[in-house]
């Protein structure tokens, strides 16, 4: 399927100027907007049960991976002209366990999914200010959230489904330590992160009734 990611990085520019320029060189806040979108490749795995007789119960456990980078430059006001930081945001890994409801209509189930949700997420802010060159990285942290989405899968054969969903995840917005080994210095960026995704999806099923 496909992810389209969104990451709110604040504040770049104070962790910058404040470390390199000294406290209090930066005036105001600055939010840097960064949105990705890549191909995201996974599977799944789940156990349903069908009652009552046409709603279906289940639960399932997803992971996708695809090395999703995102890519924002803002402007450092209080250096030399011209000069700015990169901010990058990379993710290569996403998983959920999530329960769903369905509506079964001959051999099609609509229905909607929620639960808890993991990324594994990589932070770096790049650049040169008033003729200094920093390199700040915060590592591979895991974030938990949860996700929510809708979609219909359709028995094409006795044991195989396909099948056709939207999801949304919510990361939330935690503070990550970056750190510059090079200038010395490090200090807090807060990440706030939202993902949705469209995926196409075919099943294999086994051990169900006969």
């Not at 960064?34 to 992971?63: H, I, K, M, R």
């Not at 409801?101 to 990589?122: E, H, M, P, Q, S």
């Amino acid at each position: 399927g496909a992810a389209f990611e969104r990451h709110d990085a604040t504040d770049p520019v104070l962790l910058i100027q404040d470390n390199l320029g000294g406290p209090g060189t930066t005036v105001g806040t600055t939010t840097a907007k960064v949105s990705t979108t890549d191909v995201a490749l996974g599977g799944q795995l789940g156990c349903d049960y069908q009652f009552s007789p046409n709603w279906v119960v289940g639960v399932e456990g997803a992971a996708s991976a695809g090395i999703i980078d995102g890519h924002r430059t803002v402007g450092l006001p209080a250096g030399n002209p011209g000069d700015s930081a990169l901010v990058t945001v990379s993710n290569d890994l996403m998983t959920s366990i999530t329960g769903r409801l369905g509506y079964a209509v001959a051999r099609w189930i609509f229905y909607g999914k929620g639960g808890v949700a993991w990324t594994n997420d990589k932070y770096s802010i790049t650049g040169t200010f008033a003729g200094t060159p920093f390199y700040a990285e915060g590592l591979g942290a895991w974030r938990i959230g949860w996700t929510a989405g809708a979609g219909v899968e359709w028995a094409f054969a006795d044991d195989w489904s396909a099948r056709l969903e939207y999801d949304y995840y919510d990361f939330g917005t935690p503070v990550v330590n970056m750190i510059d080994t090079g200038n010395g210095f490090m200090g807090p960026v807060a990440y706030r992160q939202t993902t949705q995704t469209v995926k196409l999806g075919v099943n294999v099923h086994v051990w169900g009734a006969q």
